[in-house]
């Protein structure tokens, strides 16, 4: 992903955190790395993502992850990155923080 710097710290308890420079989100030592790897690769597809691929968004836990998912289902394919605000659960700010993270 161009732009992405990435930076991690040991902390006093001698556990690593990770952090996203570019969104200034942060990893913490109990996150999985598999998360940090998600966020690291690029854009989510949100008309072909499952769960788990939902799930390393921000902002995005398993529910709406499942909301996402059906309303794919009901509703066909997303046409644009905006029709992810007629899921319920996101709004404008929500929208916002995830744009540059999705894709059709």
């Not at 690769?41 to 902002?59: K, S, Y």
């Not at 996402?68 to 905006?82: A, N």
Request: aromatic share 4%.
């Amino acid at each position: 992903m161009p732009g992405l710097k990435r930076s991690s710290a040991r902390l006093s308890c001698g556990k690593c955190v990770a952090m996203d420079i570019s969104s200034r989100r942060v990893l913490s030592h109990r996150e999985p790395i598999d998360r940090w790897r998600a966020i690291s690769a690029g854009p989510v597809n949100i008309n072909t993502a499952d769960a788990g691929q939902l799930d390393t968004l921000p902002g995005i836990g398993p529910a709406l992850a499942q909301r996402i998912m059906q309303y794919r289902e009901l509703e066909g394919p997303f046409k644009s990155l905006d029709d992810l605000k007629n899921v319920s659960g996101i709004g404008g700010k929500k929208y916002e923080d995830l744009k540059d993270r999705i894709t059709l």
